[in-house]
């Protein structure tokens, strides 16, 4: 029961209350893979290997996922999402990307990474898409090896081939892994493409 609330909840418009953070953390919406398994989820569109799951983070990171049983009524898991969205696009306005230039000054990919795990998951903001598009064009690939990293490339014409390897080592040596497949972003929304391992394709 508890997941299907979380399934409908994700379009839900948001009501009055806010909770406040508590000695749990934060109220977040994280990338994670599907190994990691957490009681509440739901796989982001055309995805085999990547979670969308509800956690509470700290200050300091550390990462507590939701239990089914967590709260008793739709309105609290309406707060919990409306908080978590807030959270995302705060941070979404205080990012700054990397951007990567060839030997012309073309930019060819940009990459945003913080010390925050939620951070991944600000691919689900409306405003990624509107602020990316206006360097790379209407449809974006984004990689997302580890919860606080993004690599966001022009779905034309783009150096994502020659940065696979690197981009899954970062998904292989981090504490926080994401995801090992590749996503479009459009106006269409986001949706999975590929894959960083050669095998999966």
Not at 120 to 147: D, V, W
Not at 151 to 159: G, R, T, V
Not at 175 to 191: H, Q, V, W
Request: charged share 20%.
């Amino acid at each position: 029961m508890a997941l299907v609330v979380f399934f409908s909840l994700m379009t839900l418009k948001a009501s009055s209350g806010v909770p406040a953070s508590d000695q749990k953390g934060d109220p977040s919406l994280l990338i994670v893979p599907s190994f990691e398994r957490p009681s509440i989820s739901r796989y982001l569109p055309l995805s085999k290997r990547t979670l969308l799951a509800p956690a509470f983070v700290t200050k300091s990171g550390e990462i507590t996922f939701v239990r089914g049983r967590e709260f008793q009524t739709s309105e609290q898991w309406d707060r919990f999402v409306k908080a978590a969205r807030e959270r995302q696009a705060l941070q979404l306005a205080t990012i700054d990307p990397q951007m990567i230039r060839d030997n012309h000054g073309v930019i060819q990919m940009a990459v945003i990474v913080s010390e925050n795990p939620t951070t991944a998951s600000c691919i689900m903001q409306p405003g990624f898409l509107q602020y990316f598009s206006a360097i790379f064009g209407p449809e974006l690939l984004i990689a997302i090896p580890t919860r606080n990293k993004i690599c966001i490339f022009p779905k034309l014409a783009n150096h994502l081939p020659l940065m696979r390897d690197a981009i899954r080592d970062d998904y292989l040596i981090s504490p926080m892994p994401a995801s090992t497949e590749i996503f479009e972003l459009s106006k269409n929304g986001l949706r999975a493409v590929g894959s960083l391992n050669p095998d999966d394709e």
